[in-house]
Structure formats: C-alpha cells, structure tokens
C-alpha cells in the first residue's frame, strides 16, 4: 500500500505515515492497533506497543524514570525551579516551551509526556518514600500564567497530602544554608544501596560512595531542618493560593 492509502485507511495523515516509516516518529498505541487491524497481522503489530512505549521518551529521562522505578527512599532538595515529580502538566509544558533554541510542538509534548508518566511513582506499591525541599521563590513564580500557577500550587497541596511525602519550602528570608550551591539529590534502594549528586559536590557526577552519599545526607539534614515543617508548609501553600 501506497502511504497515502495506508494513512487513509488507518485514519491517519501521510506526512505522519511517512514519519513513522522513516523512524523519525514514535507511533501512538492507537495508530499501532489500527495499522495490526488494516493489514490482517493479527496482533503482530500490536503487540509492539509495550517497545514503542519504552522509547516514546529521551533516553536520559528513560534512565531517570528506571532509577526512580527502584527506589524505596528519594530525598530531593532543589535550588530553582520545582522537581519534576511535583510539576503540574501546565508547569512542565510552559518550562519547556521557554527554553532556547525553541523545541518543536511534538518536542514538547514528548518531554512533558515523560515528565508526567515518571509521576507513576505516586502509584508504587509499596510505596517509596519520598522528601521535597523547595525554594520559597520557586512557589511565588507564577510560570504559565496565573490559572497554571494556581493549577501547579494545587498539585503542590495534593502531592504534600500524601502519606508517603513529606513536602517543605525553605522561606526566603532563611540565611546561607548547604543547598546555596545547587541541587541535592540522594536514592536509596532496596538492596541498600543508594546514588547521589549535587551540582555542587563532586563536580556533579553521581556518586555511590558511603563517604561521599554521608556528605550529601548530612547537608540535605540541615537544610530539612531550616525548612518549614511540612504542615506550615501546607499552610503557605494555601495562602497563596488565596493570594492568586
């Protein structure tokens, strides 16, 4: 079959049946059902969707999600911006839409799609343990406009209402503490092992090391223990939601 004729007969355009030919797009689970019934491959076809799946993202968020998958405890204190478990679609989207050079619309949608399937996390069972540190200031930017602000800032309070999370803010008004020189991210497995990395410790690379994972532990106490407790944070996050 001619593209054309295929694309017409499974509902879809030429321009994305040659896309797809050509490796240069990932097929959706409905275009691989539609192309397995058309051509009679009884199931052949369809049963690719699980692959197709799996590389729908870039392989670094890939490589992200697959470590987050196997982690009982993740502890994350993050200096600008909020954490990618804790983005609302609208959030995510409009960071990504801001970067230069620009990302194409089907970009986009990618990234935020593998943004928004690593929050699979929350339906772990069990489920893992999991810690946020945010900056103050990350909450107070209204990025997206003020509906996607206040859609984020509810996502904020939903996610801080979970069992296993435990959500703090570090006010602004808060002096010089360990996390002033960047992200602080440490996880702990099954198995006992565990992985870390700060932009500002050990030339950002990710270490396993106890000795190296006990400096990133103890500065991510400290600054816990600076932060607001989880229940005040709640309660800011309400008030700003109030405010907008």
Same mark, same amino acid.
């Given at each position: 079959m001619r593209a054309c004729e295929f694309g017409a007969a499974i509902g879809y355009g030429e321009d994305l049946v040659r896309k797809v030919e050509g490796g240069r797009r990932i097929p959706r689970p409905e275009f691989l059902d539609r192309s397995d019934e058309v051509l009679g491959a009884r199931g052949?076809?369809?049963?690719?969707?699980r692959d197709v799946a799996a590389v729908r993202y870039p392989k670094k968020v890939r490589d992200l999600a697959g470590v987050e998958a196997k982690a009982v405890e993740i502890a994350a204190y993050v200096a600008h911006g909020?954490? +990618?478990?804790?983005?609302?679609?609208?959030?995510? !989207?409009?960071?990504? #839409?801001?970067? $230069?050079?620009?990302?194409? %619309?089907?970009e986009v949608e990618r990234?935020?799609?593998a943004r928004m399937a690593r929050q699979s996390i929350y339906e772990r069972s069990p489920a893992?343990?999991?810690?946020?540190v945010q900056e103050e200031a990350a909450l107070r930017r209204p990025i997206g406009g003020r509906p996607e602000w206040r859609r984020q800032l509810e996502r904020l309070l939903e996610i801080g209402q979970l069992r296993n999370v435990t959500l703090q803010v570090m006010p602004t008004h808060r002096e010089a503490h360990p996390g002033m020189d960047g992200d602080i991210r440490v996880?702990?497995?099954?198995?006992g092992?565990?992985? +870390?990395?700060s932009n500002g410790a050990f030339n950002? !690379?990710?270490?396993? #090391?106890?000795? $190296?994972?006990?400096?990133? %532990?103890?500065?991510?106490?400290?600054?816990r223990a600076e932060a607001l407790t989880p229940r005040e944070t709640l309660a800011l996050i309400e008030r700003m939601l109030g405010e907008t």
């Open positions: 052949k076809i369809a049963t690719m969707k909020l954490h +990618g478990l804790l983005q609302a679609p609208g959030h995510a !989207r409009a960071l990504f #839409e801001a970067r $230069q050079p620009p990302y194409s %619309e089907h990234m935020v799609a893992p343990a999991l810690g946020f996880m702990k497995f099954k198995d092992s565990a992985v +870390g990395w950002g !690379r990710r270490v396993t #090391e106890p000795k $190296q994972l006990r400096i990133l %532990e103890l500065r991510y106490g400290i600054i």
